[in-house]
């Protein structure tokens, strides 16, 4: 459960951080290790699904005893993409929302 606030906090601040720095400074660097933009969508594509998986988990107990931050990391195992690798693409992406919109 801790693992989980602690994942899920570092992506709503790197998210808050990314969005007031996009106010000043509109020009983010492509980092060196991007991922290919139709591998990001299927992440999060994936991502988005664990989501709302996780919101009926409600009562089956098999389910309860893996945490939301387990089953994002599980994604990222699934595609070979470290963490780090991933927060540096969803801030680069998310720098373009008008572009992919």
Request: proline content about 3%.
């Amino acid at each position: 459960m801790r693992k989980m606030k602690q994942f899920i906090g570092i992506l709503l601040f790197i998210a808050i951080a990314s969005g007031l720095s996009s106010c000043y400074n509109t020009e983010i660097k492509k980092p060196k290790k991007l991922i290919p933009k139709d591998k990001f969508e299927k992440i999060m594509a994936d991502i988005y699904l664990i989501n709302g998986m996780s919101v009926g988990v409600g009562s089956q107990n098999t389910l309860k005893r893996v945490t939301q931050s387990d089953l994002y990391f599980s994604v990222l195992k699934k595609y070979d993409v470290p963490d780090t690798v991933f927060v540096r693409s969803l801030i680069y992406y998310s720098s373009f929302l008008k572009e992919c919109m």
